[in-house]
Every structure is written in C-alpha cells, then in structure tokens.
C-alpha cells in the first residue's frame, strides 16, 4: 500500500479531520490534504511525527510492511531502547550483560549499592538526542564497507546525492527510504533514528538467551531498570572506543 493511502486509512480509522491531524503536527489541512493525493511528501520529521500519533511502525506508515508495530508490546520507550541497545553489542559483552543481570535479579540488598553505582556510570551514554538519519546512513555504509559510490551505484543513484543526505543538505523520498532499508538490512524506524532495534522482522535472529534477559529486565524493579539500562548504555559506549 501507498504512503498516502495509508494514512489516509489511519486518519479515518482515528476519526480525525485533516485540520485535526494537521494541527497535532503543526500543519494545515492543505499539507495533509497535499499528502493524501499524493501531490506532496512529508520529511523524515513528519513521518516520525505521524508514527507516534497513529501508534505505528514507521515501515507500516509508509507502506513498507504489513505488521503495524512489530516492536514489544507493553514496554516502555525505555524499555525498548534498552533491548536495542542489547542487540547491538558484541557476543562478549551481551554474555556478561545477562550474567549481570541475573546477579542484580536475585540480589534482595542491591537498591542502596545500586544507588552508588549508578553514580558512576555515564548516563550521557543513553540519554542523547535520536540519531539522524544523515549518521545512520552513513554509519550503515561503513559498517558494510561501501563508498558512497558503491551505495549509489546498489540503488542506481549518483554518489553526489548520496553526499547530500549524509550532510543534511537533502532528505530522501519516501520511495528511497524503502530501498536504503532494503539494501541495508534495517527497518526504516532504525534507519530514520526512531528505533534502536535494526529489524524487529527478523526474529530468528532473537535466541533463547535473549528473550530470557529481556523477561528477567522486565521484571526488575524501575530503580534497577535504570541502573540496567545506563550500564548497558556503558557497554555500547565502550565498544565505539577504538581499543590499544
């Protein structure tokens, strides 16, 4: 389905005007109207914007996937960012977080350490601004080694556009949003910076293992979720250091 048919579709199914969905994200019903028709496409902005309001996966909005929001169901942002964030780590450290994990699960006397502790640990880490699109772009790209010549040529585009989005000079269209996705094996939540999970869709790529740690968090108290969560941060932090 099309972007424009499915939001239209979404805004009847919340019962909203297009003055009323205009103004929850600062437009006019012209914009929403121009959107519809398919005259006009929304920024990344919009699109994030749009998702958040309709409870929507940014991939279902724009007609990339079927699934309306294949994330955790019942979780907070938080919560959400916290199992991002655990996937992407390396085999070594996603070990010992749950290792760790357990320990602060069964430790009844860990609330006063963990005040302490928390205390040490960089909150920064998890607590910064969503990622833009123009640096997941350009860090998908290196990750997989490619110039951005290679990355043009995969979606038939020239490298001097593809320069454009990676210094915020340009955005993509929606249609390029579904191929970079596409060609770089993420969601386009992940890609636009709206998701720390790469691809909720794959979830033979979840183990035992994980699904394991992921109940045990949830279980914790919200004081040891915090703590949980600025450690995991740490570990992330610490994998981006390039290493002596």
Known sequence: ???????????????????????????????????????????????????????????????????????????????????????????????????????????SDLQEKQKEMVQTIPLETITKEPVAFRDRLRELRCEQNMSQASLAAEIGYNPATIAGYETGRTQPAIEVLRIFAEVLHVSVDYLTGRSNIRNPYMNEQITAEDKIFLNTYLQLPEQNKIHLRAYTGYLSFLELVPQE
Do not use: W
């Open 1 to 107: 389905m099309e972007f424009k048919h499915r939001l239209k579709e979404l805004r009847k199914e919340y019962n909203m005007k297009q003055k009323e969905l205009g103004a929850a994200i600062g437009m006019g019903a012209t914009a929403i109207a121009n959107y519809e028709s398919g005259k006009n496409k929304p920024a990344i902005c919009v699109l994030h914007a749009m998702a958040d309001i309709f409870h929507v996966s940014m991939d279902y909005l724009i007609g990339y996937s079927d699934i309306r929001y294949p994330y955790l169901s019942d979780v907070s942002k938080e919560d959400e960012n916290l199992f991002g964030m655990y996937t992407n780590l390396s085999q070594k450290n996603k070990d010992h977080l749950r290792s760790y994990t357990g320990f602060v699960n069964h430790l």
